[in-house]
């Protein structure tokens, strides 16, 4: 008797995969954007990402010394975002993101409350942004300007997201009506997680 050779799909394009579906694109439209390299179903794809789900995409360190923070501007269709960003100075990863409509203090105090919430209150690093010092003292942690060092590690980490999304060309494409940025949450969970691998 013989058996069918069950052809598996390399992790290399089960990622991009997850990249174009977190980037919007239905699975059926993710599965035909494969076609060009394998054949597989938008069944398949379904299974991925219920498999590979973004919130099992995580980083979690038993210490951790301080955050280091920073925030930049994304284009989403005609629509301009914040994208805030905390690391950590050791390992350099990412140990979150957050995306909202602008920018003040009640935004940084929301991410920072959600970092700590993940991984307990920890000295904050940040740049001159008039919101940070007084969300810090709200939350009753230590706040301080960055470091020549800590400078450069989180504009460097800032840089790389910002490459990889004017990749396609400067904004995320959506057609959604009253997007409500979810694929885009999808999409940074994914790249954390990439980054975040990438790191030693």
Not at 46 to 65: C, L
Not at 122 to 137: E, I, L, M, N
Not at 143 to 159: A, D, G, P
Not at 169 to 194: A, E, S
Request: charged letters at 25%; hydrophobic letters at 35%.
């Amino acid at each position: 008797m013989t058996y069918a050779k069950r052809n598996r799909t390399s992790a290399k394009d089960i990622g991009y995969a997850l990249y174009l579906y977190f980037l919007g694109l239905s699975y059926r439209s993710t599965s035909k954007a494969l076609s060009r390299f394998i054949r597989r179903s938008h069944v398949s794809v379904w299974k991925w990402v219920q498999h590979y789900k973004p919130e099992r995409i995580s980083f979690k360190r038993r210490k951790i010394s301080k955050f280091i923070i920073d925030e930049t501007q994304i284009k989403v269709g005609q629509d301009y975002f914040w994208i805030w960003v905390a690391i950590e100075p050791i390992d350099k990863v990412i140990l979150g993101t957050y995306i909202s409509l602008e920018r003040n203090m009640l935004i940084a105090e929301e991410f920072l409350h959600s970092m700590i919430n993940k991984y307990g209150k920890h000295p904050v690093s940040t740049d001159a942004g008039t919101w940070y010092p007084q969300a810090c003292r709200f939350l009753k942690i230590k706040h301080r300007l960055h470091s020549s060092y800590e400078k450069s590690i989180i504009e460097r980490t800032i840089q790389s997201i910002k490459d990889r999304t004017e990749s396609f060309d400067d904004y995320f494409p959506c057609t959604k009506c009253k997007c409500k940025l979810q694929h885009i949450r999808n999409w940074f969970n994914l790249f954390v997680g990439c980054y975040n691998g990438g790191n030693p």
